[in-house]
Nanobody, 124 residues
Framework: QLQLVESGGGLVQAGGSLRLSCAAS????????IAWFRQVPGEEREFVAA?????????DYGESVKGRFTISRDNAKTTVYLQMNSLKPEDTAVYYC????????????????WGKGTQVTVSS
């Protein structure tokens, strides 16, 4: 079992920055790739970024956030971060972190555990 809790969302002006945190509890954290997805009402969850298991250094990003967002994981703190810079109004969504056993995936349906989400609102 793995429990995930997101934090760090809020209201920010366009061009600003936020850092989201995903705190995980569970002894198998290291074996899971951790990803961030986002969702706006009426739309499917969109892949944002993912970090590979252990300290692989493997990362992947959605096209819309490449060059602006950075994912990192602190295994000692069992926490994954999403640094979001140069935010745009279209980044407004509920952001979720999710865990997938062993490998990175861009498909939400493949993830095993989910947090409850944190709201990010970017004003123009």
């Amino acid at each position: 079992q793995l429990q995930l809790v997101e934090s760090g969302g809020g209201l920010v002006q366009a061009g600003g920055s936020l850092r989201l945190s995903c705190a995980a509890s569970g002894r198998t954290f290291l074996s899971y790739a951790i990803a961030w997805f986002r969702q706006v009402p009426g739309e499917e969850r969109e892949f944002v970024a993912a970090a590979g298991r252990w300290s692989s250094g493997v990362t992947d990003y959605g096209e819309s956030v490449k060059g602006r967002f950075t994912i990192s994981r602190d295994n000692a703190k069992t926490t994954v971060y999403l640094q979001m810079n140069s935010l745009k109004p279209e980044d407004t969504a509920v952001y979720y972190c999710a865990a997938h056993y062993l490998t990175i995936s861009t498909m939400a349906s493949e993830y095993d555990y989910w947090g409850k989400g944190t709201q990010v609102t970017v004003s123009s």
